[in-house]
């Protein structure tokens, strides 16, 4: 099951803040989609994913300045 999380238009870091909430009402080896298009987030979202364990499956830029970052539960 992958949850969307649509963060468009939002200013970094609200997106990663935003993950780290959603991604803490997923089971283990689910997977949260985060769709986002502040720039820092390309850095950040991958970076903290990491630092806690989780996997990121996919990472993608979806448009000019939009990206996809898929994380999954640790």
């Not at 985060?34 to 979202?45: A, K, N, P, V, Y």
Request: negative net charge; hydrophobic residues 40%.
């Amino acid at each position: 099951m992958v949850k969307v999380l649509e963060t468009a238009g939002q200013v970094c870091p609200f997106p990663l803040v935003e993950a780290k909430a959603a991604l803490e009402t997923l089971t283990s080896s689910e997977e949260l989609e985060i769709r986002f298009d502040c720039t820092q987030g390309t850095d950040s979202i991958p970076r903290w994913a990491a630092e806690e364990g989780h996997t990121v499956t996919n990472f993608e830029q979806v448009g000019d300045a939009a990206w996809t970052i898929t994380v999954q539960k640790k």
